[in-house]
Structures are given as C-alpha cells and as structure tokens.
T-cell receptor, first 112, second 112 residues
Framework: GESVGLHLPTLSVQEGDNSIINCAYSNSASDYFIWYKQESGKGPQFIIDIRSNMDKRQGQRVTVLLNKTVKHLSLQIAATQPGDSAVYFC???????????FGQGTTLQVKP | DAGITQSPRYKITETGRQVTLMCHQTWSHSYMFWYRQDLGHGLRLIYYSAAADITDKGEVPDGYVVSRSKTENFPLTLESATRSQTSVYFCASVRGVNYEQYFGPGTRLTVT
C-alpha cells in the first residue's frame, strides 16, 4: 500500500556534525510535505515544509530537499546540537482534505 | 493564551467505561484531527473534521466517536474503553489544506 516511510529508525551523530534524515514516499500525487520534531512527552512540532513545485527550502539550520523523480524527501540539520535530539517525522498531504500521512519516525541521538 | 490545548493530560480508566478527551483551539482553524500514537505505529489518524458539524473517519476509527458543534472544540469519546485503546492521543488543527498542522500536548490514556 501507499505509505510515507523513513529509511532508518535511529540516527546517531556527533554534536556539531550535520545530520541527514531521509524519507521515501510512494504517492506521486502528493503535493505538500512537512517535517515534524517530537521531543519526549510532547506533541509534534512543525520544523519546515515544502510544496511539490519546489526542490529545496531552507530554514534556520534546517534544509529540506525534495526529489520528486525518486519520491524522496530529506531533512538536513546543520551543526547538530543536543537540543536536536528527538524523533523526526515526515508527513505528506494527499489531495484537498487537509489530512497528513505520517511516516514511522527517526530517532536522532546527538552524542556530546 | 492562544493555541491548542487538550484535557485531561493523563487519564486512567477501566475497561468498559466511557471516556471523553477534550481538544480546544483558539485560532478558529477549520480543520481538526485526532491521532493516536503507539510504539511502532507512529501517528495514526482516528477522525478528522473539516468544519463544524462535518466529521469523517480516518485510518483507525473503530471504538471512537467525535462531534464538532463548535469550531474551536473537537471532543473524542471512547464509548466503551478497551485495553487496546491505551495510547497517547494527540489533537491537531490547521487553517487549511497544504498548511502545517499544529498539535496539542497530548493525553496519555491508560485502560486497565
């Protein structure tokens, strides 16, 4: 079935290094994608989004890349900090319902 | 304060009891959503609402009932709680299609 998925359940990086979290999606009709960060005991928090007419979008220390040819989405975090430790979810919006389909999540662990 | 709130934050109930989880948002967002989050399943959509008095099923609606008489409130009721409904429940809202959803802090529900 169609799904949004992340390649790795856990990613461990050294503080100060760059992190790359990947996500694959299967529905070529999806036109909007979001990355969320979820810290322990809290609700998901919006990080950055990208629409299908773009292939790159930058925020503060974060960049999202969208490759529609291979249906791949990635989140890059520059100079990873301990406060970046969390679970990261990608999500896609299909159609005009406002609904999001979430991937399983990748746990980012930042080593001091 | 503006935002999205959920109550209660923690709830323990017995099998067979009726439980209602409350969600309130102050942005007058049209769309509201209920998710459950379990280990290994990420976020799964239970019900959503596109506007007051308009609701629809998500991925896992069985055992749940929703209503939306006012734009700002979207209560979720477990009519007869089962142990399999032990989970963390998140409410979210969004102003429209292809915009980010804002999540509440979650309700941790335990059914004994």
């Amino acid at each position: 079935g169609e799904s949004v998925g992340l390649h790795l359940p856990t990613l461990s990086v050294q503080e100060g290094d760059n992190s790359i979290i990947n996500c694959a999606y299967s529905n070529s009709a999806s036109d909007y994608f979001i990355w969320y960060k979820q810290e322990s005991g809290k609700g998901p928090q919006f990080i950055i989004d990208i629409r299908s007419n773009m292939d790159k979008r930058q925020g503060q220390r974060v960049t999202v890349l969208l490759n529609k040819t291979v249906k791949h989405l990635s989140l890059q975090i520059a100079a990873t900090q301990p406060g970046d430790s969390a679970v990261y979810f990608c999500a896609e919006n299909r159609g005009n319902t406002g609904k999001l389909i979430f991937g399983q999540g990748t746990t980012l662990q930042v080593k001091p | 304060d503006a935002g999205i709130t959920q109550s209660p934050r923690y709830k323990i109930t017995e099998t067979g009891r009726q439980v209602t989880l409350m969600c309130h948002q102050t942005w007058s967002h049209s769309y509201m959503f209920w998710y459950r989050q379990d280990l290994g399943h990420g976020l799964r959509l239970i019900y959503y609402s596109a506007a007051a008095d308009i609701t629809d099923k998500g991925e896992v609606p069985d055992g749940y009932v929703v209503s939306r008489s006012k734009t700002e409130n979207f209560p979720l009721t477990l009519e007869s709680a089962t142990r399999s409904q032990t989970s963390v429940y998140f409410c979210a809202s969004v102003r429209g299609v292809n915009y980010e959803q804002y999540f509440g802090p979650g309700t941790r529900l335990t059914v004994t």
